[in-house]
């Protein structure tokens, strides 16, 4: 009973923050997994089981002779031959070993859990989406070679007899394994002037996937419940099976549920500012990669999936993400949650650019384009959106960014409506010359043990101010904050000062502001005040980090420090007028320079999931006892 009164006041919290339905369903999802009704809702089968047969709809492609000539087809062979070989490119960054392991297919998803040999349960998710198989599968569409069809038959087959039907933990998540069935629809379309020979294998696997299609449904209510890019991947799942399988029993139910889902999710999860609820840039990314995908069957189809009315919210999303990505390189903001995903792997660019997904996004749905043709178009050309429209700019930038000819700069500071993702209010990003030279640390992994559970989310990780070592929020579990702060951002004075606000410390009684001002070409000020509005006041420790790229660097003075590029300088100072302050380097966890313990989570960048480069944590710190403190930082780039 001690417990529940304990517990009590966060449950209604929760409900307070996401509703008593989001709760509700929660709850009942936990309690049908409990009593074992998945269990009889999605029974276990042999992987190779076959039943009436089912007619599929192949999704066409463009032709080959076509796409020679825009395609990167050395990138193309390149990647393909890797995977023959056994590895793939795991979070869009790193190669991998290609296996299928560390599940027990033994046991029913619903009672699976992670072998001891595995520390994180993306290891296991990450090659069983299939997104791999894409590169075999244009490999072979540009090239005809059967190897790449006997590679990513043996692969299935493989994956197939690892994982038998709702057995394991690669049958969990109604998310994971709706991008699996897209991919594998995809991959077998692309493939289908041989697979359509191939009958045994064919019949197996159009068995398999009717089976991944049964059992996005009964856990929807979990995807509801999270209200996140998990629903609209398995609305996508959905749709893309009813249109993938011709004369399946359940085709309308399917094609009508992925719908209504997807349009609730359009209608319910972005901003007014265009920007997904998850607070986060790449998963911004996928639920566009979705949206993309979604136009390619409407294509296909002549059907209408998404209603009319929410097309504005897409144009909006896709300018958001154009205002956070970066001009030269296309390379988005490190913003939020990153868990790796990459999804429908048709281009050969960096995983981190952000080019691809906005002109294919803007040439199916026939926006304006925001870049002239080039590399990046590659997956408009596969999914043959062709754009005729001329490149248009958004005519307004956004409150939270501000732009000058060879420098730009973002500032984060949100009113929560949805969970938050890091606890991140009023963190500055900084961008010259196509280079994210102060940035955000990114996530490296969930689920790994300290110090990497998830540990990226911090205060102290992001480049803003920290008071007395605490979080802007309370943690309770890996992605979830309690008593969240609130933020807000407005334009003063000019279109070159952006002013942030938070009031995450108001605990203590204080609130955060932070002017961030373009003062000239190259020059950027940041102005931080710390307001206690408390009638006592008490001492306080508060610090301010910036993460800077590696480089190397040179200490002018104690707080000013000049960092050296290949083709510039920034030349960076932290002041305080009121105070003396302390300042240390710290990289890669270690304090290399000022007298501050080291911290295996500080001086890290992590670009994608699982991979961490060292990077540099300037940090100040001073101990006040004031009702006002102000903090100035000089950001100066230099051209070499």
Not at 261 to 279: I, K
Not at 585 to 591: D, K, L, T, W
Not at 603 to 618: C, E, F, N, T
Request: aromatic share 14%.
């Amino acid at each position: 009973m001690s417990g529940f009164v304990k517990t009590l006041p966060l449950i209604i919290q929760d409900v307070k923050n996401f509703g008593v339905f989001q709760s509700g369903a929660y709850l009942v999802y936990q309690l049908f997994k409990k009593v074992g009704l998945y269990h009889l809702l999605t029974p276990t089968k042999p992987a190779f089981s076959s039943t009436t047969k089912v007619e599929i709809s192949p999704f066409i492609f463009p032709d080959k002779t076509a796409l020679k000539k825009v395609s990167d087809q050395d990138s193309i062979k390149t990647v393909a031959e890797r995977i023959l070989k056994g590895e793939f490119l795991a979070f869009g960054m790193t190669w991998s070993p290609l296996e299928f392991v560390g599940t027990d297919a033994s046991l029913h998803w619903s009672k699976s859990k992670l072998i001891d040999s595995v520390d994180d349960i993306k290891k296991i998710w990450e090659p069983a989406r299939f997104d791999w198989s894409l590169w075999l599968s244009k490999a072979y569409h540009l090239t005809g070679d059967v190897r790449y069809y006997q590679g990513f038959k043996k692969y299935v087959q493989d994956f197939m007899e690892r994982n038998p039907v709702n057995s394991g933990l690669n049958w969990q998540s109604g998310q994971e394994i709706a991008i699996r069935l897209i991919n594998l629809s995809i991959s077998f379309s692309l493939f289908f002037k041989i697979i359509d020979s191939d009958l045994q294998f064919k019949e197996q696997l159009v068995f398999y996937l009717q089976e991944h299609a049964k059992r996005i449904s009964p856990t929807l209510i979990y995807a509801y419940a999270q209200n996140n890019n998990h629903l609209v991947s398995e609305a996508v799942g959905l749709i893309t099976a009813s249109v993938f399988f011709k004369n399946h029993n359940s085709i309308n139910r399917l094609k009508k549920t992925g719908v209504f889902w997807l349009n609730y999710c359009l209608q319910h999860q972005f901003d007014d500012q265009g920007m997904y609820l998850q607070h986060s840039t790449n998963y911004h990314r996928m639920v566009l990669d979705l949206l993309m995908w979604v136009r390619f069957l409407e294509n296909q189809t002549g059907q209408i999936f998404i209603y009319q009315q929410n097309l504005k919210t897409i144009n909006k999303a896709s300018e958001w993400l154009y205002f956070n990505s970066d001009s030269l390189s296309g390379e988005m903001v490190n913003y939020g949650h990153n868990d790796g995903a990459y999804l429908f792997q048709f281009a050969s660019s960096n995983y981190r650019d952000a080019r691809p997904i906005l002109q294919a996004i803007c040439g199916g749905y026939h926006f304006s384009p925001f870049f002239e043709s080039g590399l990046y178009d590659e997956k408009s050309y596969w999914l043959d959106f062709i754009n005729t429209k001329r490149v248009s700019k958004p005519d307004k930038c956004p409150d939270f960014r501000l732009s000058h000819t060879k420098s730009w700069a973002v500032l984060r500071a949100n009113h929560f409506t949805s969970r938050p993702g890091q606890a991140d209010q009023n963190h500055v990003d900084l961008w010259f010359s196509g280079e994210n030279v102060v940035c955000d640390a990114g996530t490296y992994s969930y689920n790994l043990p300290e110090p990497w559970h998830n540990s990226l989310v911090k205060t102290k990780i992001h480049n803003t101010v920290t008071v007395d070592g605490l979080d802007q929020m309370d943690q309770h579990g890996t992605f979830r904050w309690r008593n969240w702060s609130s933020g807000l951002i407005e334009h003063e004075f000019n279109k070159n000062t952006i002013v942030g606000k938070h009031d995450g410390y108001k605990r203590f009684g204080i609130i955060h502001s932070r002017q961030l001002t373009n003062n000239g070409e190259n020059v950027w000020l940041v102005n931080d005040t710390i307001t206690n509005k408390n009638s006592i006041i008490i001492p306080h420790n508060i610090s301010i980090q910036w993460l800077i790229k590696d480089c190397e660097y040179q200490i002018v003075t104690q707080n000013h420090l000049i960092f050296s590029y290949n083709n510039f300088q920034l030349d960076l100072e932290i002041q305080c007028d009121q105070v003396p302050i302390d300042f240390g380097i710290i990289r890669a966890g270690i304090c290399i320079y000022g007298d501050f313990q080291s911290d295996p989570n500080l001086g890290w960048y992590s670009p994608s999931y699982l991979v961490k480069q060292p990077a540099l944590s300037i940090i100040g710190k001073i101990r006040v006892q004031k009702n006002l403190i102000n903090l100035r930082t000089i950001l100066h780039f230099i051209n070499c």
